[in-house]
């Protein structure tokens, strides 16, 4: 069970990192409003533990997926920028592979990487992207052990993902 709270930790950290970082009180930071998506299919369930926009957590083997987003209209961060901050709260993060590419006909970061919550090992495969004055994250969160066993599910949610 520590390693589900530990997972919570960090859709927690994913989904406020944003704030601090986007501008001021002058353009405060909101959410997307009508993205269109499935949900994940099962083991996953809607799970509500943090501020994200959704979370979906693996009845089977704890791994979660996760959307979030900031829409502000002044804030414009690279995506590198907003990687690196997003990823700040990994342990011992490792990088394993990032490119660029093309998501929702817009220029997205995609990083694999590896790392520790509260020293409990996760594996997270982090896609960026910006569109229409908004940022969004979308992860999947898992134990390296299982993380190869639920991707395809998180591959067939992106596949289903559109921001307005």
């Known amino acids: 069970m520590k390693h589900l709270i530990s997972i919570h930790i960090l859709i927690l950290f994913l989904s406020t990192s944003g704030c601090a970082i986007l501008g001021s009180n002058d353009d405060p930071a909101v959410k997307s409003v009508n ?3 499935s949900p994940p299919d099962s083991p996953y369930e809607k799970s509500n533990v943090s501020s994200a926009d959704q979370v979906w957590q693996s009845k089977k083997t704890g791994s979660t997926i996760a959307v979030n987003s900031m829409c502000q209209k002044y804030a414009d961060l ?3 920028n907003l990687e690196q901050n997003i990823l700040t709260g990994i342990e011992n993060l490792k990088v394993i592979e990032e490119q660029d590419t093309t998501f929702d006909e817009r220029e997205a970061s ?3 990487a590896e790392g ?3 020293g409990v090992p996760i594996r997270i495969d982090l896609l960026i992207f910006k569109k229409n004055n908004c940022t969004y994250d979308l992860a999947y969160i898992s134990r390296p052990q299982n993380f190869t066993v639920e991707k395809p599910i998180f591959e067939k949610f992106l596949s289903n993902f559109h921001a307005p």
């Open 35 to 37: 993205t269109k998506f």
């Open 116 to 118: 520790t919550i509260d």
């Open 78 to 80: 690279s995506l590198k």
């Open 110 to 112: 995609r990083i694999l």
